[in-house]
């Protein structure tokens, strides 16, 4: 079985480019599950309906959150109305949303955890329990589960993957918008990498036009985020799955650019 994990898609860029790559990808890799980040899809902060329908349309399975999770108010019909999108697990009790959800692809039972790192995003729940007691909870109901830890620190992200090894089929990460080259399978048998990377305009910063950027960095004043365009790029990976024993046999990163 093979799961396309695509990194934060992000503004108009990013769904222009998953709208036209995405198809091309499906075919050319055989894929049978496609997992998406899409927290900073729709402008850049949060998720709107008309976005969430357009990658439910192109075969999208389930759509991770995170720190934008509530960056525009159609997320709370979104999470009244449907199911396959999910928030960090470790919000707060009586958050709107589910922090997982588990789907039949390929006659298996795919349960996917979605979870928020506390370094340098916000003072939420401990992500390390709350995926420790989500996966005690569904793992006599799934036979693979697979975690988005949507984090900023490195050290932090791969703590979580060694301390869920051997427990999830696949630990990845998100929110930095880089790509890292660290994909490997952990001792116990999970695949990990600490971030897929971002979905958006190649020749930005974070998504951001770097001029922008590069201002507020030599003179800390505020300015508008106005988005880049132009050159996209697709970052993610490929999980391969046995089929027999569910575990995860390779992980591969993808970096697909116009």
């Known amino acids: 079985m093979k799961i396309l994990l695509i990194g934060d898609i992000f503004g108009e860029c990013g769904m222009n480019y998953v709208k036209y790559m995405l198809p091309e990808i499906v075919d050319r890799e055989s894929i049978d599950m496609i997992i998406a980040n899409a927290e900073n899809a729709s402008g850049g902060n949060g998720l709107s ?45 009586g958050t709107p949303g589910k922090g997982s959800v588990i789907i039949n692809r390929c006659s298996k039972r795919i349960g996917v955890i979605n979870a928020m790192g506390r370094v340098n995003i916000m003072n939420i729940d401990c ?60 001792p116990k048998g999970t ?29 800390s004043m505020p300015q508008k985020f106005d988005h880049a365009d132009g050159k996209a ?3 993610g990976a490929i999980l391969t799955i046995d089929d027999v024993t569910n575990k995860a046999v390779k992980l591969e990163r993808i970096a697909e650019s116009e």
């Open 49 to 93: 309906y008309a976005d969430y329908d357009a990658l439910i349309d192109l075969g999208v399975d389930v759509i991770t959150m995170g720190n934008h999770t509530f960056g525009r108010k159609d997320i709370l019909k979104i999470f009244t109305n449907e199911n396959s999108v999910i928030r960090p697990i470790n919000y707060p009790e």
């Open 127 to 186: 992500p390390f329990k709350a995926c420790e007691k989500e996966i005690e909870a569904i793992k006599d109901q799934t036979d693979i589960i697979i975690v988005d830890f949507h984090a900023d620190a490195s050290s932090e992200k791969r703590a979580m993957g060694y301390f869920l090894d051997g427990k999830a089929a696949c630990v990845f990460g998100t929110h930095t918008h880089v790509q890292t080259a660290d994909e490997c399978i952990l």
């Open 191 to 219: 695949a990990y990498i600490s971030d897929l990377g971002m979905t958006g305009a190649a020749e930005s910063v974070l998504g951001v036009k770097p001029d922008i950027i590069i201002e507020r960095f030599m003179y």
């Open 233 to 235: 790029k697709l970052c």
